[in-house]
């Protein structure tokens, strides 16, 4: 805020995207947020998210921030935060979030606030993406609960069971191993219809041969963890088999890669190659989509650095991710291994550790 001569930070967030105001406030709204964030004097949080009209119904004991303004509406919220930017005596206020910030809301800010604003998403994005020794200790704790859901739920694929039989199972354990809610939808596919990759369980009983794909990730405080496994019931036929292989390799391959100082893009230019090689692109023409360096940034948000399809990023110590290099086919199947990772001092550890080959 100094170097680009803030006087105020402006950090808004909803019920849909909760990650920055968790980082701030450990708050994770009914609706919509905002903290303000003086250079100088105490944090401000302002919510509508209110049940039942009355403010005790707002998660207020959920923060550490002590000036809490809990208010009924969009014109209230964004009078609010003009009053708050006013008291503070803000003229220029980086802003974080304008994504989610609703027009209603926007135009009155605008209107109320005569304020010069500049957009400090990167630059806040790119602080954050440094974990702290206590957010490690929470994302270590979020992946053990995770890998333990996905060991029972693994163990628990057989013919006969249905896909929703399985995803209870997985539920069942991160809730018993002390998450707070899933960090997503869990995840169980499988059969052909599985190359669809993401989609709820059914009541579709699992067959011998059958590709099963598994995603699913445990939330605590709001920090989130995220794991896939693709099984293959009774053992895997040749051409699975051959599917599956490329991924083990370009998930073995890339995680040696990976270290303190490597740019995301040279481990895209080597992906790049080992697709090639593969040849499953010509193979499956139309039916695939192949991809063995996604990537996604993982503690309160999957949308900040290091990602795939947001600017070229350093890999630093204490970043976290989600790494998944996957292959899904119509008809089908999907071939995935997807671990979070940790960078070290000198490489990178899996924050979601379990067997990776169940074919």
Known sequence: MGAHDIDSLLVVGDAGDTGDLVYLSNFIPFGRAAVVVPIEDPPILI???????????????????ENFRPVQDATAFAST???????????KVGLVGSNNIPVSVWGRLEARSSVQWEDLWFEFASLKS??????????????????HAMREAVESVEAGKKESEIAAIANKAMMEEGAHDRAFQTIVNSGPKSGLKHSYPTERRIQRGDMVYLDLGAMKFGYQSDMSRSVVVGGANSEQKEVLDVIENAFKSLMRMMKPGVRTSRLIKKAKRLEQESRLRPKYRNRIYLGLIVHHAIATSFFEFPSLGLPDTTLQRNMSFAFEPMAHILDFGTAVIEDCILVTKDGVRSLTPYEIVHW
């Open 47 to 65: 919510t509508d998210g209110i049940l039942h009209g009355e403010p005790i119904n707002s998660h207020a004991w959920m923060t550490w921030i």
């Open 81 to 91: 935060v003009s009053h708050a930017l006013s008291e503070t005596k803000s003229k």
């Open 130 to 147: 440094i974990r702290s020794s206590r957010e490690i200790s929470l994302l270590s704790e979020v992946g053990r609960i995770t890998a």
